[in-house]
Antibody, heavy 121, light 112 residues
Framework: QVQLQQSGPGLVKPSQTLSLTCAIS??????????WNWIRQSPSRGLEWLGR?????????DYAVSVKSRITINPDTSKNQFSLHLNSVTPGDTAVYYC???????????WGQGTLVTVSS | DVVMTQSPLSLPVTPGEPASFSCRSS???????????SNWYLHKPGQAPQLLIY???NRASGVPDRFSGSGSGTDFTLKISRVEAEDVGVYYC?????????FGQGTKLEIK
């Protein structure tokens, strides 16, 4: 059974960097049949896909246009996890952040527990 | 980006009655492999979203058979044959044809 465990701070100051980690068990971040995604949910935006990382002989990333200039998603093969870094945050980035595995059929079949991140001074 | 439009935004239903959710995409979600890349998720308060339907009509593992998905191209439907109290939450469609993946705005299912 795949499990995703999220960690990271729940409070970030404006203009700083939001950083979250998603630890994977039951699968590998280097899997050639999966991709590893970050999604957020807020009352104003609903569910918003942020981006993903995946390995197909080399590493690839895709990012949402709305955050493309501020986001980095990195795999960490030594710890079997992946991370989200979103810089220059504003109160508009306040949301519950989720990591999720994308498997064959482009379906998000396993999700992390969610992390409420509040951007406030 | 592909825009996903759901209707209605709110759906009050009596337990035991059916429910139907509609989703329309701004571009066809039909892939050259013959699959429609439309997925449905249920988001219950305080929980992570859960996958219900993938590739338009395939029920995810563990999802009760009262849930069914249909549609092709730009129009998709999720149906619950008999609503139960545990089905309350917000239902989202999502296009998974190509990044950036996009979600609809959600339909909130409420029990009458």
């Amino acid at each position: 059974q795949v499990q995703l465990q999220q960690s990271g701070p729940g409070l970030v100051k404006p203009s700083q960097t939001l950083s979250l980690t998603c630890a994977i068990s039951g699968d590998s971040v280097s899997s050639s049949s999966a991709a590893w995604n970050w999604i957020r949910q807020s009352p104003s935006r609903g569910l918003e896909w942020l981006g993903r990382t995946y390995y197909r002989s080399k590493w690839y990333n895709d990012y949402a246009v709305s955050v493309k200039s501020r986001i980095t998603i990195n795999p960490d093969t030594s710890k079997n996890q992946f991370s989200l870094h979103l810089n220059s945050v504003t109160p508009g980035d306040t949301a519950v952040y989720y990591c999720a595995r994308e498997s064959t059929g482009s379906k998000f079949d396993f999700w992390g527990q969610g992390t409420l991140v509040t951007v406030s001074s | 980006d592909v825009v996903m439009t759901q209707s209605p935004l709110s759906l009050p239903v009596t337990p035991g009655e059916p429910a139907s959710f509609s989703c329309r995409s701004s571009q066809s979600l039909l892939h050259s492999n013959g699959h429609n890349y439309s997925n449905w998720y249920l988001h219950k308060p305080g929980q992570a979203p859960q996958l219900l339907i993938y590739l338009a009509s395939n029920r995810a593992s563990g999802v009760p058979d009262r849930f069914s998905g249909s549609g092709s191209g730009t129009d998709f439907t999720l149906k619950i044959s008999r609503v139960e109290a545990e089905d309350v939450g917000v239902y989202y469609c999502m296009q998974a044809l190509q990044p950036p993946y996009t979600f609809g705005q959600g339909t909130k299912l409420e029990i009458k």
